[in-house]
């Protein structure tokens, strides 16, 4: 589709019928924020419903499709696709000085892929029987038996999945063949190196996950008894298989957080990164590493003593790459001149978040106190952590970075610092009373509790609902800025990277002339410029 079609374009047709990247990633983000304050008002109901246990508010079956939704939501249609599908979308040409990605009909098809599963997990709530209650993860064998819509659900996450698929060979081949002349891999801007090992996750590990869900939904319609016991199936193969997925996937989220803090780091310490080539080689290494620790999930399910043995120690190797990370962020602070803005704010509640996740982590690494923790709370808080206050705060730390750049906008700095405050005390009160409440023994996914754990459910709620407030601050003050904020500069932070180096907001084919690439970015003069 020519650049002169897409300029003629007007209304919602020029954005839904768009096929810049840049339009596309502003879909994504205007899709995944509003699925996100869905979620987050359903969370808030459930903790409600933790302070209510003399006279519940709901129903147990209703609780079930609340935690279901509000997971599904939140991983396969906000954390999942977050970083990449937005800021991936939007900057990953821009920063390797190309034009476009190198599929842009394919990129508008992955964003209608991801419209068309959403639609179909919210048909899955009002047709049927009522909404899936067997969890985000749909487990076997109660995926198998129960009465509500779970097939539509299962389909809709099916179908996310393409979209995945579509998003990775996009970047795989984009970064391959569209880098501008010059720019050798170890030219590359750090987050395009994280959004190329996040690409061969999605590209390798999600057709495992699609092929799991389609049997899941084979075996309710016809019986055909692969997971099933009652029919000679084994639920641990649904187990298995899902987690061959669902573990690399946990860095399809993770490292493209890391990589937008990469860029804010050296940005706002005035410093060239520290050990760029291990930072970039760290990226492939969690991306490989993450792929071959999936049975630390299942050290209670029965496996042999040596695979849970061998799974324990991939455990605790899996955690080096990601600190030899928080070792070169630190060390980039380190005699930096660095000035604390809303984005450098949240990079480093970034890093001190995922820390307090990753140590957790390690912890159920361990046979004996992961026996101990399994299906408590601790795994609530602990994948919140890693989750919320790792992926969801690198997402917010980078759209605070890019956000004059996409909009050509500036919003109001004090208040992302104002809203910074119940964010983050919210935060820790809501998950660490998870932490908490999981080391006393207190199982996850029980629509009530006994009195034992009262207390610890009252303190995470307020925290709940504190931390409901610091988002809703967060995201006003973003679409004011939208509407009212004034002009933004073409580099209001002094980056060095190349979408910093074109007007603001970027015009529709990036560059009139693509750059050569002399040197390796995040090369910073005295006065940071």
Do not use: C
Not at 349 to 373: E, K, Y
């Amino acid at each position: 589709m020519s650049y002169l079609t897409e300029g003629r374009r007007k209304g919602i047709r020029s954005w839904i019928l768009s096929t810049d990247h840049k339009r596309i990633g502003v879909l994504y983000l205007v899709s995944m924020v509003s699925l996100f304050f869905i979620a987050v008002l359903i969370g808030v109901l459930m903790r409600i419903e933790q302070l209510t246990i003399e006279t519940p508010m709901f129903e147990p079956q209703t609780y079930n499709a609340f935690f279901t939704v509000h997971g599904v939501i939140m991983i396969f249609m906000f954390v999942l696709p977050g970083l990449p599908a937005v800021f991936g979308n939007f900057f990953l040409p821009i920063m390797i000085g190309a034009k476009d990605v190198s599929f842009p009909r394919l990129n508008l098809l992955s964003w209608y892929f991801f419209i068309a599963g959403t639609g179909l997990v919210v048909a899955s709530l009002f047709t049927g029987a009522g909404p899936p209650d067997t969890g985000w993860t749909f487990y076997a064998p109660f995926s198998l038996t129960s009465g509500t819509n779970v097939s539509l659900g299962v389909f809709g996450a099916f179908v996310l999945g393409f979209s995945s698929i579509l998003t990775g060979l996009n970047f795989i081949t984009t970064i391959h063949r569209l880098r501008a002349p010059g720019m050798k891999w170890h030219r590359m801007p750090l987050f395009a190196w994280s959004l190329y090992g996040t690409a061969w996750i999605q590209v390798l590990a999600t057709p495992i996950i699609g092929i799991t869900l389609l049997l899941v939904i084979a075996e309710r319609l016809f019986g055909i008894g692969v997971f099933d016991p009652a029919k000679g199936g084994d639920p641990l193969l649904y187990q298995h298989l899902f987690w061959i997925y669902s573990h690399p996937a946990v860095y399809i989220m993770i490292l493209p957080a890391m990589g937008a803090i990469t860029e804010i780091i050296p940005t706002f310490a005035r410093k060239t990164i520290f050990g760029y080539k291990a930072i970039a080689y760290s990226s492939l290494a969690i991306a490989f590493l993450g792929s071959l620790v999936w049975g630390h999930h299942m050290f209670t399910s029965g496996m042999s003593e040596k695979a849970n043995l061998v799974f324990s120690l991939l455990t605790f190797i899996v955690a080096v790459p990601s600190a030899i990370k928080v070792f070169n962020w630190t060390a980039t602070l380190y005699k930096g001149s660095i000035e604390v803005r809303p984005p450098m704010l949240y990079a480093l509640t970034f890093v001190f978040l995922f820390a307090i996740g990753g140590l957790t982590g390690l912890m159920q690494g361990a046979l004996a106190v992961n026996v101990q923790l399994h299906d408590t709370y601790f795994i609530v808080g602990h994948f919140h952590y890693v989750m919320f206050g790792g992926t969801g705060m690198g997402f917010f730390a980078a759209l605070l970075y890019w956000f004059p750049k996409m909009f050509g906008k500036t919003y109001n700095e004090k208040i992302a610092v104002f809203a910074w405050v119940p964010i983050f005390i919210g935060f820790n009160m809501l998950y660490f009373a998870m932490l908490v409440l999981g080391y006393m023994g207190m199982p996850r996914r029980y629509f009530t509790h006994l009195p034992q754990y009262r207390t610890g459910h009252i303190i995470a709620s307020i925290g709940g609902f504190i931390l409901a407030v610091g988002l809703v601050m967060f995201f006003a003050n973003l679409v004011v800025a939208l509407k009212r904020g004034r002009k933004a500069e073409q580099n209001p932070w002094g980056g060095v990277t190349l979408e910093w180096k074109i007007p603001t907001p970027p015009p529709l084919e990036n560059f009139s002339i693509i750059p050569r690439i002399d040197d390796r970015p995040y090369r910073f003069n005295p006065e940071g410029s």
